[in-house]
C-alpha cells in the first residue's frame, strides 16, 4: 500500500514526497478514504500513530477547490506544541497549494495571529481558551467553517475546555464534516460524540495499550540515586535521541542542570518556560542540537519528534495512561524504540496495572557497576526544621507588635 492509492492532487503529493511519506499508518488508510468522501469519524487511536497526517492531507485535498482567503477548515488542539506541529505539518504538506494555515494560542503576543486570521488563512489550528479570545473580540469568524477537527479530544476534557468547546462549536454552522480524534473515551466525550457527530464512521486503532513498537524495562531503584542512574545509562547505552519525564517543573529544571554538568547536551521543556523558550528547547531536540531533552508532562502529547530513540521516566507517571502517552513518543510510525522507567518501591500498585495493560511483565534491569546500597543524604534537625518552616528566622512586623507586648487583630 502506498499514498499514490488516495488520488490526492499533485501539488500534495509533492509535499507528501517532501515528507518522506511512503506507506500510509492503519489509522491514515482507514481514516482517509472515509474523510475524504466527506463522512464524520470518530477515531479512537493511540498517540504516534499518525493522526494528524490522516486528517491534515484530506482537509488539504478538499481545500484545493472553493474559495481563498477565509477561514474554513478548524482544528483544535489542547496544547501549544500540538498546535504548532499540526501548523508546521500542514505548511509542509500543503507548501505547493498555497494554502495558509495559522496557529492559535495563548502565551505568545495576539497581533501575529491576528493579522494572519484578517489576511485570510484557510486553516485555523487553535487551543480553545485563545481562539475563544478572538472570537469575542470579533477578530476570528467561524462562519465559513467547513470541516471541524478536534485532536487529543480527551486531553482537552482533562485540562478543563469543555466549556470553552462548546462555545466555539455554537459558533459553527451545522453545515460541517466533523472529526474528533481521542486516545480514550470518557463518558464526557461519549455524550459530546452523540451531540456533534452524523453518522459517523467510527474505528479503533490497536487498544489503550502501549503501542507494540516499544519494548520495556523498568530499573527498581531508591528516589535519591535516580539521577546517578540516569547518568550511568545514558553513557553506557547507545541512545540517539531521548526524552525523559520528570513529575515537577522544579524537578525538569533541576535534572536538566545536573546532566548539562555531566556533560550531556540537554535542554528541557516546562511549563514556566516562554513560547519562545519552548520552541527553542523542541527545534534544538528535534535538530539533534540537544540529544537529550528533560521534560514534564507537557511532551506526553503534542510533540511530534520521529527520532527519538528512548523514553525514559525519571518519575513514573500516575496513570497506565499517562504511561502510554509518554512513551509512545518513541516507537513512532511502526519504528522500534525503548521505554526505560525508574521505579520506587511504593509504586508496584502502578506497575501491576501497566503489566496488565501490556499483557505480561515487563523486565526489570540492574546495572552491574552501579552501587544501590549508597545512603540517602543525611539532613540535620536544624536544615530539617528551616526546610518545614522556610520563615522561622525572618523578623515581621507582627513579631514585632508582639515584642511590645500588643497584639494584632
Do not use: W
Not at 508546521?88 to 505568545?108: C, H, M, N, P, Q
Amino acid at each position: 500500500m502506498s499514498f499514490k492509492q488516495f488520488y490526492f492532487d499533485p501539488q500534495i503529493k509533492a509535499g507528501i514526497s517532501s515528507l518522506g511519506y511512503t506507506t500510509p499508518t492503519p489509522i491514515q488508510m482507514q481514516a482517509i478514504p472515509a474523510i475524504l468522501q466527506g463522512r464524520d469519524v470518530m477515531g479512537l487511536a493511540q498517540t504516534g500513530t499518525g493522526k494528524t497526517a490522516a486528517f491534515a492531507l484530506p482537509i488539504l485535498q478538499r481545500l484545493m477547490k472553493g474559495s481563498r482567503r477565509r477561514a474554513r477548515a478548524l482544528i483544535l488542539a489542547p496544547t501549544r506544541e500540538l498546535a504548532e506541529q499540526i501548523h508546521e505539518f500542514i505548511d509542509e504538506a500543503g507548501k505547493a497549494t498555497r494554502l495558509r494555515s495559522v496557529a492559535v494560542y495563548g502565551g505568545v503576543s495576539k497581533n501575529p495571529q491576528i493579522q494572519k486570521l484578517q489576511a485570510g488563512a484557510e486553516i485555523v489550528v487553535a487551543c480553545p481558551g485563545r481562539l475563544l479570545d478572538l472570537i469575542n473580540q470579533g477578530v476570528a469568524n467561524l462562519a465559513d467553517i467547513e470541516v471541524f477537527v478536534m485532536d487529543e479530544a480527551d486531553h482537552m476534557f482533562d485540562m478543563g475546555f469543555l466549556p470553552d468547546i462548546r462555545k466555539i462549536i455554537n459558533r459553527l454552522s451545522g453545515k460541517r464534516q466533523t472529526l474528533l480524534f481521542s486516545a480514550t473515551m470518557p463518558d464526557d466525550i461519549q455524550n459530546l460524540t452523540r451531540e456533534i457527530l452524523q453518522n459517523p464512521v467510527t474505528f479503533q486503532i490497536g487498544s489503550n495499550a502501549p503501542v507494540s513498537t516499544v519494548s520495556h524495562a523498568m530499573y527498581p531503584i531508591a528516589s535519591h540515586l535516580k539521577t546517578a542512574l540516569l547518568v550511568e545509562i545514558l553513557k553506557g547505552t547507545n541512545m540517539k535521541s531521548v526524552l525523559v519525564f520528570a513529575r515537577t517543573k522544579h524537578r525538569t529544571t533541576k535534572v536538566a542542570l545536573q546532566m548539562k554538568k555531566a556533560g550531556f547536551p540537554v535542554s528541557s521543556l516546562q511549563g514556566n518556560l516562554s513560547q519562545t523558550q519552548r520552541q527553542t528547547a523542541l527545534r534544538g531536540f528535534r535538530d539533534g542540537k540537544y540529544r537529550i531533552l528533560i521534560a514534564t508532562d507537557i511532551a506526553a502529547r503534542g510533540i511530534d519528534v520521529s527520532r527519538i530513540s528512548h523514553v525514559i521516566n525519571y518519575d513514573m507517571p500516575d496513570t497506565v495512561e499517562a504511561y502510554t502517552h509518554r512513551v509512545g513518543r518513541t516507537g513512532r510510525a511502526a519504528k522500534a524504540g525503548d521505554a526505560f522507567s525508574f521505579v520506587t518501591s511504593d509504586e508496584r500498585n502502578l506497575v501491576n496495572s501497566i503489566e496488565y495493560a501490556l499483557g505480561g511483565q515487563i523486565e526489570k534491569r540492574t546495572l552491574e557497576q552501579f552501587d544501590y546500597s549508597k545512603p540517602a543524604p543525611v539532613v540535620s534537625s536544624g536544615e530539617f526544621s528551616s526546610m518545614r518552616n522556610p520563615n522561622r528566622h525572618k523578623f515581621s512586623p507582627r513579631m514585632a507588635l508582639r515584642a511590645s507586648g500588643h497584639r494584632s487583630r
